[in-house]
């Protein structure tokens, strides 16, 4: 069974970092972050593989966010500085289940889900 319980999200001013936190229980998986504003759908953030050798940004998120994993601890991290409040959303993270060393952007393609951590940026 796999499960992912996310943490860290909260509000922050505009410029601001937060450090989010997803941890897996179940085995080691690549993984991907994921965010939804209100109103809009949901859309890729960033991902990581299971060796942690490749990671993949959304184009909004490139110089601002890191997204890195403790395989000893079954948890990964997105830091996320320079803050925006184009941010503002809820962050989950999801578990790539495929035996690959690629990184997934679609959702469609990872098969389980945390439950969310909201996450708002004031300007």
């Known amino acids: 069974q796999v499960q992912l319980v996310e943490s860290g999200g909260g509000l922050v001013q505009a410029g601001g970092s937060l450090r989010l936190s997803c941890a897996a229980s179940g085995g080691t998986f690549s993984m991907g972050w994921f965010r939804q504003a209100p109103g809009k759908e949901r859309e890729f953030v960033a991902g990581?593989?299971?060796?942690?050798?490749?990671?993949s940004y959304a184009d909004a998120v490139k110089g601002r966010f890191t997204i890195s994993r403790d395989n000893a601890k079954n948890t990964v991290y997105l830091q996320m500085n320079s803050l925006k409040p184009e941010d503002t959303a809820v962050y989950y993270c999801?578990?790539?289940?495929?035996?690959?060393?690629?990184?997934?952007?679609?959702?469609?393609?990872?098969?389980?889900w945390g439950q969310g951590t909201q996450v708002t940026v004031s300007s």
């Open positions: 990581i593989n299971r060796s942690g050798g490749t990671t």
């Open positions: 999801a578990a790539d289940l495929h035996l690959t060393t690629m990184v997934f952007t679609r959702e469609t393609l990872y098969d389980y």
